[in-house]
């Protein structure tokens, strides 16, 4: 298995809170995602990142914010938590792009309940 | 705008039959992924298509890629109930972003 984990793996907090997500991974792979899960919507984008300090939004970045000071954590921040941020969050890396396949490898997912 | 619809969304099946779930995608694409999801579990990568006309195989699974029809297919053999699982397609999006976007899964239960 990808060496990818997160934490924490459960959380609850109240409406308001900040909100930090951290993302490990030991594979040294310079592609790095969060995702949500929501049922009905499949999995959705929420940033990624293609190097150290470099980030860019995916379909649902309202209200969330990232960073990645080195390769190996990418940190989803949710600066004030709205109960609509309830949801399983995934954390995936890929390998870099060019000839790669760029399959991407899942972490073992966050969920965060906002009351 | 890319869109990935996958059809059905549900899927119950006997064992020991034959079926396919189909993956749409809305933009020209020739990177497409297949993942197996468990109840409660984390994503597992099934197939990695990578040009028109891959075909991959994996025990009862087989998936294909059509590029043209911007079509993917998930053809399940004899089907067992340690198949039932949520299955996802997911497209790489427009070149040299590497932002994928999922379908909304197929969910498939398969009946002793």
């Known amino acids: 298995d990808a060496g990818i984990t997160q934490s924490p793996r459960h959380k609850v907090t109240e409406t308001g809170t900040p909100v930090t997500l951290r993302c490990h991974q030991t594979?040294?792979?310079?592609?790095m995602y969060w995702y949500r899960q929501d049922p009905g919507h499949g999995l959705r984008l929420i940033h990624y990142s293609y190097g150290v300090k470099d980030t860019d939004k995916g379909e649902v970045s309202d209200g969330y914010s990232v960073s990645r000071s080195k390769t190996e954590d990418f940190l989803l921040t949710l600066e004030s938590a709205t109960s609509s941020q309830t949801s399983v969050y995934f954390c995936?890396?890929?390998?870099?792009?060019?000839?790669?396949?760029?399959?991407?490898?899942f972490g073992p997912g966050t969920r965060l309940t906002v009351l | 705008e890319l869109k990935v619809e996958q059809n059905p969304l549900f899927l119950s099946m006997q064992e020991g039959k034959n079926y396919t779930i189909y993956c749409n995608y809305s933009?020209?694409?020739?990177?497409l992924y297949w993942y197996r999801q468990d109840p409660g579990k984390s994503l597992e990568s099934l197939f990695v298509l990578l040009s028109n006309g891959a075909v991959k195989q994996e025990g009862r699974l087989m998936a294909s890629l059509d590029t043209k029809a911007r079509l993917s297919t998930l053809h399940i053999t004899a089907a067992v109930h340690d198949l039932s699982a949520t299955y996802f397609c997911a497209v790489d999006g427009t070149s040299g972003t590497y932002k994928y976007i999922f379908g909304t899964g197929t969910r498939l239960k398969v009946l002793a």
């Open positions: 995936a890396i890929s390998s870099s792009g060019g000839a790669g396949n760029n399959e991407q490898f």
């Open positions: 933009t020209t694409s020739d990177r």
């Open positions: 594979e040294n792979h310079r592609y």
